[in-house]
């Protein structure tokens, strides 16, 4: 039976140890105490001690939305875990600047494709890192990046295989497990979170960025983006990192490129998003509806201004559009002729984006694919301007650095840029 303890002084602290363990006690409290002093004062100093950065400084760390809120709203990752992103508040919290960025990684267009995907942190937010180095545009260091490290940093993790733009309601069952393809859903799911349960709710400018995969969906989402926004925010940005994907026949003669896109419009249902119809509805054909999603044609549909940066002799775009595995100096001449008409094709596509004088390009010979979220973002040139300078005169509108295009021949560039060859 339960009996009411009767507690006396001496029963608490019994009279023998009661000096010596006060005295053990205190020391250790002082010792505590001592040792949080310290590591605040190193924290306060820290600013002073650049090299001695802590890791967890330039980090973003991982938020998972609420399974509830997710499930609501349909917004589920491949595997059917809550979408998540990584944040990394600015070091001033009243800073109403924010970039939000949507990841690379490629697609996945079958059942077993989206299936294996869904076990990697490519299908899951359980599968993922608790936080992620945030490099490039996204440095934390006011040394390198002195026009954007005091932003606040969201990137979204890429968890649904169809560049965030996924429509499909119901899931495929492969080997006995469910495979969801929701993108559109986890981003917009993403964005209210952020737009209500979250600082963004006072942002003021917005930079909307996307590489490889992740482009497409932030140039597909961006006008979309626009309306679900808080009042307060004045200004949207739109960059388009290694997401110049052309329609160019491959060293086959195939269009594979298109092909990629083609399956992964229908393999997610894209027909079905929202943000596709103004495009798709011009298209009388059903079997070319797909095309909208192609860059070259979508950029047109788009209203926010968009910077496009891309190389024009892209490395991920040569092997797995063009289907050439040569290292650019040990291309045979058939091999160049391919990667010279993709470069021809880039620049046409150039002029038209240009014809809209909102919008900027930086066009590098420097073979390479993303650029935003590396160290690359501080190296790479074009006609001697780096990715980030030309990022900041864009934003800050000086019209004569929206056109940064360099053109040189494949030798011309591999000794431009002997580093970057990949
Ligand atoms: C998804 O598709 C359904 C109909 O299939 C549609 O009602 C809904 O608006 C779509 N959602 C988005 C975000 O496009
Ligand atoms: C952009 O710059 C390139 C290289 O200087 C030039 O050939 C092209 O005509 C320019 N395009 C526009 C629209 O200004």
Redesign the pocket.
């Known amino acids: 039976m339960f009996t009411r303890a009767k507690f006396s002084r001496f029963e608490l602290l019994p009279p023998v140890l009661c000096t010596r363990r006060v005295y053990v006690q205190v020391a250790f409290l002082l010792l505590i105490g001592l040792v949080i002093f310290l590591v605040r004062m190193m924290s306060a100093m820290r600013g002073t001690f650049v090299h001695y950065h802590l890791e967890s400084d330039t980090d973003g760390e991982l938020v998972i939305l609420p399974t509830e809120f997710a499930q609501k709203r349909g917004a589920v990752c491949l595997d059917g875990s809550p979408p998540a992103y990584y944040y990394r508040q600015s070091v001033v919290p009243a800073v109403r600047f924010w970039i939000i960025h949507l990841q690379s990684g490629g697609w996945c267009t079958t059942a077993e494709e989206c299936l294996e995907r869904s076990e990697s942190a490519l299908g899951s937010s359980l599968k993922t890192e608790m936080s992620m180095p945030l490099e490039g545009v996204m440095s934390s260091d006011c040394t390198t990046n002195p026009d954007f490290c005091l932003w606040h940093m969201v990137d979204l993790l890429y968890c649904d295989g169809g560049s965030y733009l996924g429509?499909r309601?119901e899931p495929l069952e492969v080997n006995s497990k469910k495979v969801y393809m929701r993108g559109?859903?986890v981003f917009?799911a993403l964005i209210e979170y952020l737009a209500t349960f979250t600082l963004f709710k006072d942002a003021e400018q917005i930079i909307f960025a996307g590489s490889s995969a992740g482009s497409l969906g932030a140039l597909i989402h961006a006008d979309r983006l626009r309306e679900r926004l808080p009042s307060s925010v004045k200004t949207v940005h739109l960059l388009v990192d290694g997401g110049l994907f052309v329609d160019v026949p491959d060293i086959n003669g195939d269009h594979s490129m298109a092909n990629i896109l083609r399956d992964a419009f229908s393999f997610h249902?894209l027909h079905?998003?929202?943000?596709m119809k103004e495009c798709t509805r011009t298209v009388t054909e059903e079997e070319e509806e797909y095309r909208c999603v192609l860059p070259e044609v979508f950029h047109k549909y788009v209203f926010t201004p968009i910077f496009f940066i891309n190389s024009l002799y892209d490395t991920w775009f040569r092997k797995n559009a063009l289907k050439i595995d040569c290292t650019l100096d040990l291309c045979s001449d058939i091999n160049l002729r391919e990667v010279v008409n993709t470069r021809i094709k880039i620049l046409n596509e150039g002029q038209e984006i240009l014809r809209s004088k909102k919008n900027g390009v930086f066009f590098t010979s420097c073979p390479c694919h993303t650029v935003l979220m590396k160290k690359k973002f501080f190296s790479i040139t074009s006609r001697r301007v780096t990715v980030q300078q030309a990022l900041g005169a864009w934003i800050d509108h000086q019209g004569n650095r929206r056109n940064l295009t360099e053109v040189l021949e494949v030798t011309d560039a591999l000794r431009t840029c002997p580093s970057l060859i990949l």
Not at 272 to 275: A, D, I, K, P, Y
Request: avoid cysteine; charged fraction near 10%; hydrophobic fraction near 40%.
């Open positions: 429509n309601s559109a859903l917009d249902h079905n998003f929202v943000g």
